[in-house]
């Protein structure tokens, strides 16, 4: 399984995002998918996760009101749409499959993404 994220780059407090995640291998619906980000120097933070039907969506305080994540199946793709942007979340964000239930728990998933850099200046 390869999991492949891009979307990130720089953007004016205020403005959005869009964050891939393409996925290689077979059944991709089977799986719940997550992003997650990490600043310089903070441990790595859960913004949101998906089901794999896409019917459960759960998110972290920091992302409530303002991202939206989403998946289409027949794509092997997840997104992350991210309104809003604040200059805190400034991190790169990974993407992950969750193979456990704990959905908002880094230990809860076994293939991450490489992490696409998003930074929001003020």
């Known amino acids: 399984v390869q999991l492949q994220a891009s979307g990130g780059g720089l953007v004016q407090a205020g403005g959005s995002l869009r964050l891939s995640c393409a996925a290689s291998?077979?059944?991709?619906?089977?799986?719940?998918m997550g992003w997650f980000r990490q600043a310089p120097g903070k441990e790595r933070e859960f913004v949101a996760a998906?089901?794999?039907?896409?019917?459960?969506?759960y998110y972290g305080d920091s992302a409530k009101g303002r991202f939206t994540i989403s998946r289409d199946n027949a794509k092997n793709t997840v997104y992350l749409q991210m309104n809003s942007l604040k200059p805190e979340d400034t991190a790169v964000y990974y993407c992950?499959?969750?193979?456990?239930?704990?959905?908002?728990?880094?230990?809860?998933?076994?293939?991450w993404g490489q992490g696409t850099l998003v930074t929001v200046s003020s």
């Open positions: 992950a499959r969750r193979y456990y239930s704990d959905y908002d728990a880094p230990s809860s998933y076994d293939y």
């Open positions: 998906i089901s794999g039907s896409g019917g459960s969506i």
């Open positions: 291998g077979r059944i991709f619906s089977g799986y719940g």
